[in-house]
């Protein structure tokens, strides 16, 4: 893909020579996401930041990327905050809002939505989220850190086995990132889920035919056994007919230390797309092992401000010019909990 002034909706887009070339593009990002360095190279620039579905770390870190690249960020967070509300069209919508920014992030609760915006935008569109279709920055993000884990355990991307837990019908993130995966070698699966949340036909049919294995569980203990990396999810409660069918999964499938310890290799990696599930009986990845090392769900997170500063400069072509700008910061920088 060539980046420069193309929509982001699916990680379809991507081969693996263009994911090499965005992340090397992010690494050139840490001093920038650390706070050891600014760049002003988007100065004058406008994100429309425009999510109409909840979000936290996919808004705010768009929106960071955003700033940290030196544009000013315009918000709507909520559908009845806007004229959606009132039956405006996503082709008018798009016609319009593209007139005031440069590049602009969507999510949306309906599948197929952000493509449909995209259509009648005027300037690029990154899906940042699309109903239970796909989450493309989330994949890139989580692949990015997968590959930072496996360096650091002297293993690569090709030959990984991991093991994705949880609604793997309605996690957009699973979604996006099994298709990624796909495009490396030898990928071992061990999908676990209830059968009714399990991952859907089109994304087993991607896997197999790119020669990758696949094993389907629902014993979560046997199939975390063998994994480089445990990536759980959230039951994505907003996709079901009602609260009371989304109820039936609730802590079926949870992942703790005394389960991590006695069940997993030493060192495997944790991951989630975030956000877990704190409440109650949820609780599918436990607050027991935020002192875990292994976990790295707040690596994520970090790692999805350089991803999402990298897909801005290279859709809007500056990649190659962010130190013509950049300088040294001159206030207190340090960070509790690197
Ligand atoms: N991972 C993710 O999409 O989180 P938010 O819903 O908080 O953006």
Known sequence: MKFVGEHILSVSQFARSDIDRLFAVA????????RKKVTRVLEGAILGNMFFEASTRTRVSFGCAWN??????????????SSLSKGESFYDTARVLSGYSDIIVMRHGQEGSVGEFAGASRVPVINAGDGANEHPSQALLDLYTIRQEMLG?????DGLRIALIGDLRFGRAVHSLCELLSLYENIQFTLI???DLSLPEKYLTLIKERGHQIEES???HAGIAKSDIIYMTRTQEERFASQDEANKYRGLLRLNQSIYTEFCEPNTVIMHPLPRDSRGEAQE?????N???NLAIFRQTDNGVVVRMALFALILDVAEQIEVSS?????????RFN
């Open 27 to 34: 690494e050139k990002m840490i001093p920038y996401a650390n």
């Open 68 to 81: 940290l690249l030196g544009g000013e960020v315009r918000e709507t967070t909520e559908i009845k905050a």
């Open 153 to 157: 355990r002297r293993k690569k991307v």
């Open 193 to 195: 889920s209830p059968k």
């Open 218 to 220: 629902e014993d979560l």
């Open 285 to 289: 990845l436990d607050e027991d092992l």
């Open 291 to 293: 002192e875990n090392p």
């Open 327 to 335: 300088r040294d910061v001159n206030w207190y920088t340090e960070r």
